[in-house]
């Protein structure tokens, strides 16, 4: 018997993933929801569960919860449940230690397939994830997981500035004149940031650089469009 516990802040998902496990005909057994980092610590000590299932990008929660579960209870299996699916969020995820990815707007047989197969000891990730994951060009052999403390720790000041810049629209020689640097130097550092993040185009940089706050998304939005 798979022994599932959830953890969310949001509690109308936990319902409608608990009912899913219930109606399915496969040995499982839901043992509740937690709402807090908190709760879900002293529920994994005292419950042993077979999988975990996390919305990491949950209010109350991040990534650097996935480690700390596989610290309270060794035996345990991770699978993360989320609307995130950039590239560097499945990133992270996967160095934090998770075991499978699925996206929250799949349908509730992949997710309850998702459950059983990582109780087996089985990776899984979910078609939009796997998408996403080739279209980013993330190679899954090459990552190494991290300890929760370095998590945070993801660009290096001179990095994020690069970043910044990278995200507003300037070219590698520009850069190179505002921050002082040579163009090889400025090459070495997008170099760098594409190889951290697990991503291999402005885009997804540019992403990044708007969830972090590095740049306004309202550039964007507000941005003339290019005449066909």
């Not at 899913?20 to 569960?49: N, T, Y």
């Not at 929660?61 to 480690?67: E, K, L, M, Y």
Request: one cysteine or more; aromatic letters at 8%.
């Amino acid at each position: 018997m798979t022994r599932v516990l959830y953890a969310d802040s949001n509690e109308l998902i936990a319902c409608g993933l608990g009912s899913a496990l219930a109606a399915d005909l496969r040995s499982s057994h839901f043992l509740g929801a937690c709402e807090s980092i908190e709760e879900l610590k002293s529920r994994v000590k005292a419950d042993r569960p077979d999988v975990v299932v996390v919305d990491f990008a949950a209010e109350g929660f991040s990534v650097g919860v996935i480690p700390q579960i596989k610290r309270w209870y060794k035996g345990v299996h991770i699978l993360a449940l989320t609307f995130e699916r950039t590239g560097f969020t499945i990133v992270h995820a996967l160095r934090a230690g998770v075991d499978g990815y699925v996206k929250k707007d799949c349908s509730l047989g992949e997710i309850v397939d998702a459950v059983h197969a990582v109780g087996s000891g089985e990776r899984f990730f979910c078609a939009k994830v796997i998408e996403a994951i080739r279209r980013e060009g993330i190679d899954l052999e090459s990552l190494e997981t991290v300890d929760d403390s370095c998590l945070g720790i993801v660009l290096s000041k001179r990095e994020s500035e690069v970043l910044s810049l990278i995200a507003n629209g300037y070219t590698n020689p520009q850069i190179s004149k505002v921050l002082f640097l040579s163009p090889h130097t400025i090459t070495t550092h997008r170099k760098n940031i594409l190889g951290k993040l697990g991503v291999n185009n402005t885009a997804s940089l540019v992403m990044y650089a708007v969830k972090q706050g590095l740049v306004s998304p309202n550039k964007f939005l507000f941005a003339p469009m290019s005449e066909a």
